[in-house]
């Protein structure tokens, strides 16, 4: 009986292909149980955050657009929200359009950390806290304080606080395992605990 040969066509299944893209951009080991934590946790944050940049970019850039099918003026609003804030005239609008601008660019920065981190390279730490730093410094020093403590949600605070400690607290574990110690952040390791069972 002959074997039937299977030839690649374009209508077969694109698993293996999404497989193959997912292990060459994250690798093909499994880290361990905490960094995948930590990895998650911002991962979730970094969607956030990086669709909501988007969207207000786009927002904003087409706001002419949403009054004539919406009927929502989303110019006056913000210009009437920049006056509020002590911007004058349609400053408040072009600085918010380049912030959201300039925020995509920062999560973009900060997915390559996170790549990185899942990874387990040292380095993640500087595109994390560095995207997320700047975007701080973007929304407290040129949009102004009270835009940040006012239009600026308790989630959105938060969010960025759990990305920063939880850097830091990881890239420190990571320093600790890289010397002989453990990952885990109880500080025991994963290999004792199974051979004491």
Not at 102 to 123: D, E, T
Request: charged share 20%.
């Amino acid at each position: 009986m002959e074997e039937e040969v299977v030839k690649a066509t374009k209508f077969q299944s694109p698993v293996p292909f999404l497989r193959q893209f997912r292990n060459f951009i994250f690798g093909k080991k499994k880290p361990d149980v905490f960094t995948r934590l930590t990895f998650n946790i911002n991962m979730i944050i970094w969607i956030s955050f990086l669709l909501w940049s988007v969207i207000s970019y786009f927002t904003i850039s087409s706001r002419e657009m949403v009054y004539r099918f919406k009927g929502i003026p989303v110019d006056s609003i913000l210009k009437n929200r920049g006056v509020e804030l002590g911007f004058e005239g349609p400053d408040f609008l072009s600085r918010l359009l380049t912030f959201n601008g300039i925020a995509v660019i920062c999560w973009s920065i900060v997915f390559i950390g996170l790549i990185l981190l899942f990874r387990k390279k040292k380095q993640f730490i500087y595109f994390v806290l560095g995207g997320t730093v700047f975007y701080l410094g973007m929304s407290i020093f040129y949009l102004s304080f009270t835009y940040f403590m006012e239009d600026t949600t308790m989630y959105d605070k938060i969010a960025l606080l759990v990305v920063i400690v939880s850097s830091i607290i990881h890239s420190y574990l990571m320093k600790n395992e890289r010397e002989g110690g453990s990952i885990n952040f109880f500080g025991e390791n994963e290999n004792e605990v199974e051979a004491i069972e």
